[in-house]
């Protein structure tokens, strides 16, 4: 899927937050902050957001663990 094809939701960064902070409220997973970053170029080199930064956060479907990964991997 293009990048001009896909959703985003807006986001307003608050003082503190971080890509994989982000991710993990989100997406409920930390790794989907490279999703993020793409998303974001502009930002990509930010460590911690000042607050107030406006960022896109793609919709994405959620990911489906396996049964197969163990329960202490989920």
Same mark, same amino acid.
């Given at each position: 899927? /293009? !990048?001009? @094809?896909?959703?985003?939701?807006?986001?307003?960064? &608050? @003082?503190?937050? #971080?890509?994989?902070?982000? @991710?993990?409220? #989100?997406?409920?997973?930390? #790794?989907?902050? /490279?999703?993020?970053?793409? @998303?974001? $170029?502009?930002? /990509? !080199?930010?460590?911690?957001?000042?607050?107030?930064? &406006?960022?896109?956060?793609? &919709?994405? !479907?959620?990911?489906? #663990? $396996? !049964? /197969? &990964?163990?329960?202490?991997?989920?």
């Amino acid at each position: 899927m /293009s !990048d001009a @094809a896909k959703e985003y939701f807006r986001y307003i960064c &608050v @003082a503190g937050d #971080t890509f994989d902070l982000i @991710a993990l409220h #989100t997406y409920n997973e930390e #790794t989907m902050s /490279s999703e993020i970053i793409q @998303a974001n $170029p502009k930002y /990509s !080199d930010m460590l911690i957001f000042e607050g107030g930064e &406006v960022i896109r956060l793609p &919709v994405i !479907d959620p990911i489906k #663990t $396996p !049964d /197969s &990964v163990p329960p202490w991997r989920r």
